[in-house]
């Protein structure tokens, strides 16, 4: 194969995989309050076990991380299709919540496998215009997400809630063979396109030494500068996701709507909204800024949340408006990072995906939490709190990044 079809071929295998990871990851929007409500789960238990997924996923991108750095993409990428896959097919069998959860946390860890092998390779096929591609990729993720509710909603409808997981099941192995057949790039540094002397960067099947120091992720996780980014990526991971972690029990138990129909409406709309964003917002994101749009976005954000649940009921029609502007936050600030770290760029984003993860986690057991202690309103509702953070938290971030990154000494 040559090194412009290979190229193709993984940008294939990335914005497919991407569809993959949203068309399975979607379906909790649906089949979460069908759980709760069958298996006679309680909101504390219904946390853990969110919080628990995020865990797993965080744990698998910090493993995916390791593995990457030390085996390669390739690697990443066949471990995450063959662990989703064992996940979705062993819900259907389990037969207590607790067993369900666990099914549940084997795909979180495949998730997370993907997430850290997606962006790698994006750091490194993604040399120019990052944001606009980033939304790109970005882009297939949310047409995933958006069909997977109707479909989820259907089958759910017809068949069961565990059906869903069986039927999806076989998905989670269509790029398994076209990725174990094509060569993927090698550790963070390397590039497979031109460098612009002619010379391609190599793959896993050889590479040349170039002499220059590379970070390890271990030590990516010892900058301060990191640790913002993923303060900032997280907060705004955790407000993306509380529409379809929460926003189906938040209607289903303040004012009895159907996840079947109405709750599969709201999130499908959600991600068919979102990917829009994801599909156009790029070529405005790289005229107006990156950290311009994000501060702009998380704004408008702020004014749906309070918009939507001054309506009550009917904030149903509105909340949904969030996927306009919580598309662009993660390839937008991930694009940022890649500009700032530049070479380093593919660790760093690892370790910020890592960091990231654990706090995301950290909230949803506190949203979970939140409507123990103040009643099923209130989860939900606290993501507002979380958006008004994420003003606070760009706000240093963009401080950071008025000084250049030193990459020999790791600080900015």
């Not at 907060?235 to 709507?257: H, P, R, T």
Request: proline share 4%.
């Amino acid at each position: 194969m040559s090194k412009s079809s290979r190229s193709i071929v993984l940008f294939i295998i990335l914005f497919g995989t991407m569809f993959l990871f949203g068309f399975v990851e979607n379906v909790k929007g649906v089949t979460y309050p069908l759980i709760k409500t069958e298996l006679n789960v309680s909101y504390e238990q219904q946390g853990i076990m969110v919080s628990l997924l995020s865990l797993s996923y965080v744990l698998f991108c910090l493993i995916g991380g390791i593995l990457i750095g030390s085996l390669g993409v390739k690697k990443a990428f066949a471990a995450g299709y063959v662990i989703m896959f064992l996940g979705l097919a062993g819900t259907f069998f389990m037969p207590g919540f607790w067993f369900v959860a666990s099914a549940l946390v084997v795909v979180s860890a495949g998730f997370g496998l993907f997430e850290v092998g997606c962006n790698a390779l994006a750091a490194q096929i993604f040399t120019s215009r990052a944001a606009l591609l980033m939304s790109l990729m970005h882009f297939f993720y949310g047409v995933g997400s958006s069909l997977s509710p109707r479909v989820a909603g259907t089958l759910s409808a017809a068949l069961g809630w565990r059906h869903v997981y069986l039927l999806y099941a076989p998905l989670a192995l269509v790029f398994f063979i076209p990725s174990l057949l094509t060569r993927f790039p090698l550790p963070p540094g390397e590039s497979l396109v031109p460098d612009g002397s002619g010379q391609n960067a190599s793959s896993d099947d050889g590479r040349k030494k170039s002499g220059t120091r590379k970070i390890t992720f271990f030590a990516a996780l010892k900058i301060p500068v990191v640790w913002i980014f993923s303060v900032v990526l997280g907060l705004m991971v955790a407000v993306e996701i509380c529409s379809s972690n929460w926003a189906g029990l938040y209607f289903q138990d303040v004012y009895n709507l159907d996840p079947k129909t109405t709750g599969a409406a709201f999130i499908s709309n959600f991600y068919i909204l979102f990917t829009i964003s994801r599909l156009l917002s790029g070529f405005a994101i790289e005229k107006i800024g990156y950290m311009r749009s994000l501060f702009i976005a998380t704004l408008a954000v702020i004014f749906i949340f309070i918009l939507g649940f001054i309506l009550g009921a009917k904030g149903v029609y509105v909340l949904p408006g969030l996927g306009l502007f919580s598309a662009i936050f993660w390839p937008t600030l991930l694009a940022a990072a890649m500009g700032y770290f530049r070479k380093d760029a593919p660790v760093m984003t690892s370790a910020i995906i890592v960091i990231a993860g654990a706090l995301t986690s950290g909230i949803q057991f506190l949203m979970g939490y939140t409507n123990r202690l103040a009643g099923p309103a209130w989860g939900y509702r606290s993501s507002l709190l979380y958006a008004v953070l994420i003003i606070v938290a760009l706000v240093v971030l963009t401080r950071y990044m008025r000084r250049p990154f030193k990459a020999e000494t790791g600080v900015s």
